[in-house]
Structures are given as C-alpha cells and as structure tokens.
C-alpha cells in the first residue's frame, strides 16, 4: 500500500531535550516536505527537499533541521525544541517536479513543555 | 507562487451541492490548481486538480474561470462526511522557487 508514516504520532518532551520525528514514504517520491499546522495559521512549510541531499527553507525553518540521505527517509531535527514548537506536523511527498499530487502522513501531535 | 484567497467558513445543506471559491488572481499561465482536504486532524487529502480546462473526478468538480483567476470546487451531493477545510493551492512552477504556501484554506460544515 502506498503511504507516508511518521513516527512517533504523539509525543511529550521538555525543553532542549533534542528530538528527531521520522518520516518514510515507499513510492520512490523525490520531492518530501515537512509542515506544522497550528490553530488559526493553516498549514505551513517548514523544509522540502527535491530529491537526496538536496534541502532548502520552507516558511517557517527556524529551529528545525532535516536530512535526505535516502531518497524514502526525511527526518525532521528539533535539537533544542521549545514550547512554541508545540504543534501538529505533516510530512507529505510527491512524484514530480512542482509539486504534483502530494501524499500526507498521518502527523504527529508534539507538546513541548 | 499565486497567492490564494478563500472564505473562511461555509455551511451547506446535506444533499446539496457545495460550491467552494478560490480567488488566485497571480496565477501565471503554467499553473496548476490543487484543492485538497483535511477531516479534523488527520493529513490533508488530494481532491482534483486542473490548468485551464474544467475536471471532475469520483469526488469533486473544478471550474477554472476563462481567465484563470478564480476557480470553484463542487462537492455534488454533499455528505456529513465531507465536513472539512479545503485547500485551494497553486504550487510554484519556477526553478528555485519551490516553497509550497497552504494558506487556511475554508472550514465547510455540512448541516443535517
């Protein structure tokens, strides 16, 4: 079955205590994005990457790292997270450039006390 | 990338068709629009998509304008189910500028 997964779903943590979310797609998609959505923003890019080792700065980057070693795999970095990182976070991929249909993860809920 | 403006809120009636506007007045020529969808928390949902020419799919209908400005999504026969807030989105087509800008999309509650 074709999917994104996350890992965790919920997660619980304190402040500067790093943190690493998962993400793994099995459609061979080059493009992978990770966004946070919160009460009254909407949904909002933190970083994408168009294929391995190729990354760059969504809307919203601050405070968050990503790698693309592996084209299925795009973590997501918190090394010092904070409580204004409190959010629910989507990873989403898709086939082509531009942007084609993007395929969603189910999101993990983090509260970040 | 084309900003988009939508309502923030609609109600329809089940049964009825539900007509969401999106107004993305910078769309360039070789810009697609996509509406997707997210029921409560879960992860945003494809809908349908098109260029210039009206598409419909097992779930939705898209009228783009002539002049491709706007666009409306239908939702035919509309169901409790299909209580959600919908993304109309136009993603970038331009080399290096690849960021993707959801916007807060409209919360359509279907009423029984």
């Known amino acids: 079955e074709a999917q994104v997964t996350q890992n965790p779903r919920y997660l619980i943590t304190v402040t500067g205590k790093k943190l690493t979310v998962t993400c793994s797609q099995n459609m061979n998609h080059e493009y992978m994005s990770w966004y946070r959505q919160d009460p009254g923003l909407g949904l909002r890019q933190i970083y994408y990457s168009m294929n391995v080792e190729v990354t760059d700065k969504g809307d919203v980057p601050e405070g968050y790292k990503v790698s693309r070693k592996e084209k299925r795999n795009f973590p997501l970095i918190l090394e010092s997270p904070s409580p204004n990182q409190t959010s629910l976070y989507f990873c989403?991929?898709?086939?082509?450039?531009?942007?084609?249909?993007?395929?969603f993860g189910p999101g993990t809920r983090l509260l970040v006390l | 990338d084309a900003k988009t403006t939508q309502p923030p809120s609609m109600d329809c009636a089940e049964g009825r068709a539900a007509n969401l506007p999106c107004n993305h007045s910078t769309i360039s020529g070789n810009e697609y629009v996509y509406w997707y969808r997210q029921i409560h928390s879960q992860g945003p949902q494809y809908i349908i998509h098109?260029?210039?020419n009206n598409e419909t799919n097992e779930m939705a209908s898209l009228i783009i304008t002539e002049d491709r400005k706007s666009s409306t999504l239908i939702l035919p026969h509309a169901t409790l189910r299909d209580t959600a807030v919908y993304y109309c989105i136009v993603p970038p087509r331009n080399f290096g500028n690849e960021k993707l800008t959801f916007g807060t999309g409209t919360r359509l509650t279907i009423i029984p």
């Open positions: 098109g260029l210039k």
């Open positions: 989403a991929s898709s086939h082509g450039p531009n942007w084609e249909t993007q395929y």
